[in-house]
Nanobody
Framework: QVQLVESGGGLVPPGGSLRLSCTASGSIVRIDDMGWYRQAPGKARDMVAT???????KYADFVKGRFTISRDNAQKTVYLAMNSLKPEDTAVYYCNGDVIGINDGGEYVVGKYWGQGTQVTVSS
């Protein structure tokens, strides 16, 4: 059973910073792309940033220059450093990973997994 668990959300004033972490666990052979997405109330889930296992990154225009995604492949962890936060960054942030794992029958299983989400609130 593959699981992704996020941490690091919270309440921060405008202009502040937060660092989110997401760690994968379970019977994992390899993790390819990992990324962060966010969903504000009443809105669709948007891509924030993604990273390949080789470290190639992609960012949504609304976070370029403010957020940085990074990975520790050995620890199966992806991070999102968020600076210069704005009220419009308020959302539940989800991590996502393209994982190759092994099931109880010893077979390879390829899947896209999501974490449970962590709330980020930017408010004075």
């Amino acid at each position: 059973q593959v699981q992704l668990v996020e941490s690091g959300g919270g309440l921060v004033p405008p202009g502040g910073s937060l660092r989110l972490s997401c760690t994968a666990s379970g019977s994992i052979v390899r993790i390819d792309d990992m990324g962060w997405y966010r969903q504000a109330p009443g809105k669709a889930r948007d891509m924030v940033a993604t990273s390949t296992s080789a470290g190639m990154t992609k960012y949504a225009d609304f976070v370029k220059g403010r957020f940085t995604i990074s990975r520790d492949n050995a620890q199966k962890t992806v991070y999102l450093a968020m600076n210069s936060l704005k009220p419009e960054d308020t959302a539940v942030y989800y991590c996502n990973g393209d994982v190759i794992g092994i099931n109880d029958g010893g077979e390879y299983v390829v899947g896209k997994y999501w974490g449970q989400g962590t709330q980020v609130t930017v408010s004075s």
